[in-house]
């Protein structure tokens, strides 16, 4: 207990958290503060070039795990099972309408890779170690949740309406850019290993956490306002679901990331990437597969409520739990 | 100078659907097209920004054709095909172009 | 298909103006805008362009509105007074628009 | 409200021609012109998008000119000077504006 | 005399002056090198966040001392003090309108924060320290200046015409985004102190002068473009203006850093903000309060004469006669 | 032979050139990826920016050359005569018109800094050493190849029409944006010097590689869009003189290194140099002067076959030779 508020206190005290909640803030103040769409582009490019790079290279220098594959598949089921848990929760906890409530089910099943990135630097910050493949796990549970939650609809709609899904929408999800960078950087980073690294740390290791900073800054500015123009829409059972949902998931995660004997950091991951809710590639397929389903509810949920929720105190709940059950 | 009678169908449309919409006006077999970049907007759905994304999934563009007057219902109809579930807008106006051997 | 008679407004006005603009155009209740980007241009007031800025103090943005035929004046005296004092432009087309149910 | 008549000119053309064609426009001395971003578009020389690109060669823009109607035919004459050898689309719309004063 | 020749040779020579004489020159032959408006707004961005989260650590180093209070005060009192002695050395010196000498001394009265950051890099260079806080008075002298304008302007129109002020404008002010980021970094840096600086020092320490040189660059062929552009409309009495008007203010600047017994960094930097001219935040608040004063007189003689003239020769002069005065 | 395989083999492996493998493949795989437009710029500026300086500085250090003229000039002439022979190629091997010919000639005459850029990574990775004004040279070759692109146009034309070159499009060749940057920054580190230097280089010289990694991965997409849109306008001659042609150049650029007495490294880059063919100054100036000129043609060779070709195979083969040649 005291690890965890102790973990909680340095987490919500870090310059990461703080841009963050100043971001918050000056779009509830309704400042005109904002970044060019052109440099959060940048910088999120930036970060999974450099968390992908980085796990390539980690998995180059301690060899190719067995449980590596393995902890692959494991992210898919669960990527492909936590919709399903998430659409039961919102039937039993909320009003929403079916087709909402698949929407949002898929956001959950998918992952943040911004949760991931601030993750990784929590656990760097206190010193614990994680598989270096833990990012090829998260490129592989984008996908998978949006296909079940498809799948979810089509099967309550009893007609021919289940076509929702065609080939390009398929490509679209597999190939699009951050699956497509994380992966490929991974790779590279996997081919060059330590000397590539070398190369080009002070690009991609030093500055890092700062871009993370202004990166967090944006995202917070971009939640915020989320918050101010479509909080309303938020009734107290999909929040609590917000909050509900990341632990539920996160407690998935723990299960994988014990029967697969990860370490603690792999743990802590496996959880961080379960309890976190997509915002970035799911939405933009249920824009073309379902857009009838109301975006303004998933994003807020998912940007709004979990996105802060495991920012702030998952995070450090899930690493501290995970450094309790592995003895970490 | 010499112009030519045409018609300018200006659709705004969410930027996940571009490709499809551009696909479709191809099928129209329309002779071109130029896609403008949105800043943003207010609708039914909502108002929106385009520093407030971080992804594309509420960003629009707006997709401008120029055709020939006879050729407007078939180009409505295949646009409509894409735009019909989604949010988006299609707007037609009368116009004169030069060059009219280009349409 | 089947189209329906109505205007579209084009108001160019500078960035710092926008808020106030869609502020008046909400309150003569349109039905929803546009906001497009502006690069640069030329006017009485000079030359400007998106390169040549610190600030967004002269930078321009497009404002489009399609609005029923019947509700044009409205839209116009709203507009007007914010656009009054300011540089800027309001220029109106007679267009034809799918799914007018949405206007 | 009071408007008056006027064309509304809408030049699409190469990034590379645009102060080319805006000298042309002074020349023919017009009031004013705004221009505006092209985000991608396709045409007889194929299709292109802005992202990409490593050089402003292939991109556009879009240059839209209000003016009297009086003076229309002055003004695509000295534009299409400018756009005669290139690519690029020229499209004239009637419109009203508020302030012709400007014009 | 000799110490500020070579403190002005030393700042002439350096790769920031000159990135911005080549950004100048560049325009004037009308190169087409240009900033794209995002990079330029992204750099805008990490040199607010950078100065203001150093000065927030630099108070948390340092402890609150109590001259910042008083200091925050100082520089409230001359940003509201400033435009009006600006506005009568128009009336008198220039034939320039009431409205347009009123725009005008909005901008003297307020502060550029890149001839800030300029001066503190120079102050750098010559090991002089200044107080962290200065970045929270740079701040606290943006905006006052914009109301005492608007108070010249109103009291000169006699009607009802001083309702040119609104509630929304002045939120938009005091809430503008470079404010919301400074202040906001500030906080930021002065929470986490050196652990929070050691954590992303490599990200807004060592890159800061290589940006603030690509910086400068672009402000050059912005203040050059003015020039060639719109030159024509400085008459001989505007351009006396745009380098007295900074002299008399950064004498004003020396009193107050002077009577608040600042460090000779404090005092310097006191005599620039004081120098210097607004060319953000000013001119958009004209815009909107005062659209009928032209906007190429305020632009560029803030941007095109004192910016140049401070940056140059100000500087050094400012620190040679601060090192002076304060023994330092 | 030996060393051959060995610089091409560290080469292909290099973060770099898998960066840009990454991009082509994720491009002809139709993957959303994408940099924008102001990212790209921005890295671009960056580049030519720190690529510039250091050159700048590397003369400051080693004092002015009597080769330092003689290196402009060869670079000069080359540049100038190139054209002729690509055009004589062109119309041997391929069915080209005239004037596609012509205006593919004008490319392979000009330079692609960023195969500069590369190549010079790639001399520092293996410890050679090269004269610092290359730099300029690179900048002095742009754009006298245009000039005997349209000379060789108007010859063939015969009328009035030789009137394509006006001053307008002259002043936007020489001062484009891209040389301006090279060579102001080039003459700003060499009045900076070493001490300048030392000022900037944890931005311009650190995170270098990085930022090169990135704009190599944007190419890479370029080029692989290219290729899967236009690459059906490359026949297999306009192909094997996309190959063929750098091979030529590079074969004069290596007469002119030996014959002005350059070290290794600068025989090495005076070879890039003549084999890179251009594809951001000339091809917009081929859109202004050649309109009738098809684009295609000359980006899809220019970008999608010479410049792989370069980055990949000519560049460790241009080293080696270079090496070999000059006992370096
Ligand atoms: N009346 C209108 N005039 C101009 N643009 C509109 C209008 N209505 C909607 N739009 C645009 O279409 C988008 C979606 O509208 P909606 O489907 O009504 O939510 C908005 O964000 C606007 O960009
Ligand atoms: N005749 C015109 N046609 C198109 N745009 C114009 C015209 N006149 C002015 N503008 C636009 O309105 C802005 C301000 O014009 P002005 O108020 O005349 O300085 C210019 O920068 C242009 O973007
Ligand atoms: N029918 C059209 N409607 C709208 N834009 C067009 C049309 N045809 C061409 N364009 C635009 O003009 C550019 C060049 O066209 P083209 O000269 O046909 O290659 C295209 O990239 C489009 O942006
Ligand atoms: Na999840
Ligand atoms: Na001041
Ligand atoms: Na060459």
């Not at chain 1, 100043?22 to 999974?48: H, N, Q, W």
Request: hydrophobic share 50%; net charge negative; glycine share 12%.
């Amino acid at each position: 207990m005291d690890q965890i508020l102790s973990l909680a206190t340095t987490n919500l005290l870090s310059p990461i958290i703080l841009c963050f909640v100043l971001g918050v803030l000056a779009a509830l103040a309704r400042s005109d503060l904002s970044f060019p769409e052109a440099v959060a582009k940048g910088m999120s490019i930036y970060l999974l070039f450099a968390i992908g790079f980085k796990g390539g290279v980690s998995v180059a220098d301690h060899g190719i795990d067995l449980t590596l594959g393995l902890s692959l598949l494991a992210g898919i089921v669960l990527s492909a099972l936590l919709p399903f848990i998430a659409f039961f929760l919102l039937q039993t906890m909320t009003g929403l309408s079916r087709l909402d409530a698949a929407a949002v089910a898929a956001h959950y099943g998918s992952i943040s890779i911004v949760t991931f990135v601030a993750a990784t630097s929590v656990l760097e910050g206190s010193g614990i170690a994680a598989e270096g493949y833990m990012v090829a796990v998260a490129a592989a549970m984008e996908a998978p949740a949006i296909l079940s939650a498809l799948w979810l609809i089509s099967r309550g709609a009893g007609d021919g309406d289940d076509r929702r899904m065609d080939s390009t929408l398929m490509r679209e999800i597999m190939l699009n850019g951050s699956i497509v960078l994380l992966v490929g950087a991974f790779m590279i980073g996997g081919i060059t290993g330590a000397e590539g690294l070398a190369k080009i740390d002070s690009f991609i290791v030093s500055p890092f956490q700062g871009v993370l900073c202004l990166f967090l800054l944006d995202m917070g500015l971009v939640a915020g306002r989320g918050l101010r123009e479509e909080g309303a829409v938020l009734r107290p059972g999909p929040l609590a679901f917000g909050v509900l949902m990341p632990l539920v998931g996160s407690a998935f995660g723990l299960g994988a990331g014990l029967l697969l004997g990860l370490s603690t950091g792999g743990v802590a991951l496996f959880m961080v990437l379960s309890a976190s809710a997509s915002y970035i590639a799911v939405p933009a397929a249920m824009r073309v597969a379902l857009p009838e389903a109301n975006p303004s509810i998933y994003l807020t949920l998912s940007l709004g409520v979990t996105f802060p929720f495991n920012l702030t105190l998952g995070i450090p709940l899930y690493v501290a739990i995970a450094s309790a059950l592995t003895g970490g | 100078m010499q112009t030519h009678k045409a018609k300018r169908v200006e659709i705004t449309i969410e930027a996940v659907m571009q490709s499809r919409l551009t696909e479709a006006l191809k099928k129209a077999e329309v002779s071109g097209y130029t896609v403008l970049p949105v800043l943003g907007g207010s609708g039914r759905s909502g108002e929106w920004s385009r520093s407030g994304q971080v992804s594309r999934a509420q960003g629009m563009v707006q997709v401008v054709c120029i055709i020939r007057p006879e050729r407007l219902d078939d180009l409505l109809e295949s646009a409509f095909e894409v735009v019909e579930r989604y949010i988006g807008m299609v707007c037609v106006t009368d116009c004169d172009v030069l060059r009219a051997e280009r349409f």
